[in-house]
């Protein structure tokens, strides 16, 4: 619950301390992202507005045409909607990782848990005979 309330804050409570700073850069890449792509879609929207509210309307301004602003204005809110749903997909994959971290942090891996593997010979048939590898998990 505390990941809920402030990013991280669970994966301090689990005493997982390595994962905050993935959390906050990750988060504020995200965030960071979402700002510049909404500041780049108000100056294209500006300039698109610019271009067709002129009489008449201009076909080319500061060496871009009406075409390509319009591309770039449309770009822009498609990546900033984008990061705003990667940024509350990490918010919500942060709580879920605190959450899952609490829950098995009772979890008993006892010191005999061995896997093996050894080269093995099998006989399917009774004139055959096959090599391969064995697998034996122990606990």
Known sequence: MYSAV????????????WKVPIVYAGMGALIYSA?????????????????????????DFEGQ???????YKDSHLRYRNLFIIFSVGFYALQIV?????????????SEDLTLTIDPAMVQPYENST?????CCLNF
Do not use: C
Not at 65 to 71: A, C, D, T
Not at 97 to 104: I, S
Not at 130 to 134: A, D, E, H, I, Y
């Open 97 to 109: 990782d605190a959450n899952v971290d609490a829950h098995l942090i009772d979890y008993d891996i």
């Open 130 to 134: 096959t090599f391969g590898l064995r």
């Open 65 to 71: 045409s009406l075409r390509e602003v319009e591309w």
């Open 35 to 59: 700002i510049w792509n909404g500041r780049q879609y108000t100056h294209y929207f500006d300039k698109y507005k610019y271009m067709t509210e002129t009489d008449p309307p201009l076909p």
């Open 6 to 17: 402030f990013p991280g804050m669970g994966q301090i409570y689990n005493r997982k301390y």
